[in-house]
């Protein structure tokens, strides 16, 4: 059974920074697609990041490139997102997802089939 748990969640100030983890068991995270998903209230699930099985390639939507970073360690079976230039539109429940799309990766919820519970990122002064 694929299993993700987030951590690394957590307030802290505009222009913080903030490191997420995916943790992933029962399964070998390298051979899916990752992706890492973020939730307002009130708003619907929008894609931020997410990295491909096959080259380990990244895609990041617009607003969010240069400012985040996604990366996979396989020794540890964890993906993590690197979050920098915090601003409190970024405040929103961070979730990890996995899909079985091996060559490439797309921001779409419906492309992942097992998400983890996600963690809370507040941004404020």
């Known amino acids: 059974q694929l299993q993700l748990v987030e951590s690394g969640g957590g307030l802290v100030q505009p222009g913080g920074s903030l490191r997420l983890s995916c943790a992933a068991s029962g399964f070998t995270l390298e051979y899916y697609a990752i992706g890492w998903f973020r939730q307002a209230p009130g708003k619907e699930r929008e894609g931020v990041s997410c990295i491909s099985s096959r080259d380990g390639s990244s895609l990041y939507p617009k607003s969010m490139a240069g400012r985040f970073t996604i990366s996979r360690d396989s020794t540890k079976n964890t993906v993590y997102l690197q979050m920098n230039s915090l601003k409190p539109e970024d405040t929103a429940v961070y979730y990890c997802?996995?899909?079985?799309?091996?060559?490439?990766?797309?921001?779409?919820?419906?492309?992942?089939?097992?998400w983890g519970q996600g963690t809370q990122v507040t941004v404020s002064s």
């Open positions: 997802a996995a899909s079985p799309l091996i060559d490439f990766c797309v921001l779409s919820p419906s492309s992942f089939v097992s």
